[in-house]
């Protein structure tokens, strides 16, 4: 499955929708390119909720949310990090296999 198209929704119009997450919330944003893309988990609170688009008030079909932002964690810095560790764990866990095998053989021709 792609990551992308199981995140971001499809829509057919321009969504007027931005955020605003400070520093404290997201210390790796201080290093990040402006117009990349990155994928980040948010804990929000909704604060309100209202009907009708922003450009036609009276299309009632559109529902628009406020929500505060209380945390926030990039999800490409943990997707990173877990695939080193992994890696690194995959290595090992061969080169110790290998070093058993060894071992007996040794043990066996000698």
Known sequence: MDLES?????VEKESPSTL???EHLLPPIKNWDVGKRYLVKL???T????????YNPNDKSEVRASFRVLGAESLDDVK???GKDEMQEKINGKQAFVRAVSKVADEYLN
Do not use: A, F, H, T
């Open 80 to 82: 990173q990090d877990d």
């Open 6 to 10: 199981s995140v971001i929704p499809k």
């Open 43 to 45: 804990e929000i609170e």
């Open 47 to 54: 604060v309100s909720l209202n009907q009708g688009s922003m």
């Open 20 to 22: 605003d997450i400070c």
